[in-house]
């Protein structure tokens, strides 16, 4: 066979993520993925990280941009459903919104108002947790279209910006889960 099926471990490809200073604005330490997701090896142990917490899920929802990423192929893994929360005005149906800061600015996404329809129990997955802004406006539509959440996964936790206290403050009942806190 071509390819190689030998698994590296968690730790190893969490430092293929590389640390880009004063991106996009002087002051932020941007948290680059894209070479871990070059790495075969790396993105598939982080896939198998985030898929065994997976558990009574029936959707895995992703946040633009780079939470589509590992949430598509952690719902492909672990043959779930994947919604995606996308920036406003790129959805096709009805749509929630909501608009949130975040370490670097403002935005706002949106998600199908009948995504979750029937009371879907969902995960939502993000590559980094900062100020907590993203995750709390996913949150909000979740609960707005329905959903009930079993939990929220990030790959990266920057643990200085306090997102995690302001999401448990707001959401005390919903658990959140970093694969690597700085
Ligand atoms: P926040 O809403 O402040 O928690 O910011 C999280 C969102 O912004 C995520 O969707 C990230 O993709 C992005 N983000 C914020 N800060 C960073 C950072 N330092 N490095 C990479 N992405 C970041």
Redesign the pocket.
Known sequence: MWWNWAVMNLKTALTFIRDIPDYPKPG??????TPLLADGQAFQAVVDAFSVEIRNSEIIAG?E???FIFAAAIAAQTQRGFVPFRKSGKLPYKTYGAK?????GQDEIEVHIDSFAGGKTITIV????????????AIELALLAGAKIESVLVL?E?AG?G?RESLSNKYPEIEIRSLVSS
């Open positions: 932020i330490l941007f948290k680059d993925i946040i941009a780079r939470g949130y800061g975040l370490e670097y993000d590559d980094v947790l900062a100020t907590g802004g993203t995750i709390s406006a990266f920057i910006l997102g």
